[in-house]
């Protein structure tokens, strides 16, 4: 029999994955939002804690409990979110195919788009990003759309680093930036202007 129920809008789910408690937001048509904010925690800690001061509450429904009515579109892609992202934590994934709906301006999708397509493993600066959307001037607005970004990690702007090599900023914080370059084979040097990202053995301990 057809489930006649209502159907949520949009939806959210947090999962613990190896580097810590990730929360997504997603409808039907794609990924909105990801929440990188606890990967500093505790990787032990209870998922279910995440719901109680959330700030999709209003807006989505939790998924974790398993009774919400979900059709078939939505449970693919909360399959393929948690599939995916537990590949590329284990290192066997350097390629994402979930469907994605970011919102965000004209110009901060351009910078998006240029984003998804900095090669697994590799960096680029902001100055390179700004030539690569035709605007080498934009230096300071790419890095706006960068920690405007609400895809981390599926969009990778911890990909991006300053033209002196050094890591530059992340909304997610320096240390997850560090986690996930030193994820994808690249390395860090303590340097007198600060971690260097490079290619080689790393000299620092993220633990």
Known sequence: MMNTAVMPENYYYYHLFSMGKIGFLFNREGLKEIDISALNDDVTSDVSSMTDHNAWFDRAVDLSSGKAPVCDAVSHILHAIILECTEYFAGKRSIFTIPLAPKGTDFQK?????????????????KELAAKISNPKAMRAVGSANGKNPLPIIIPCHRVIQGDQTLGGYSGGLKVKMQLLTLEGLSLIAGKRGVIVAQGQSDLSLE
Do not use: A, M, N
């Open 110 to 126: 351009t910078v998006w788009q240029e984003l998804v397509k900095i090669p697994y493993g590799t960096v680029i600066s902001y």
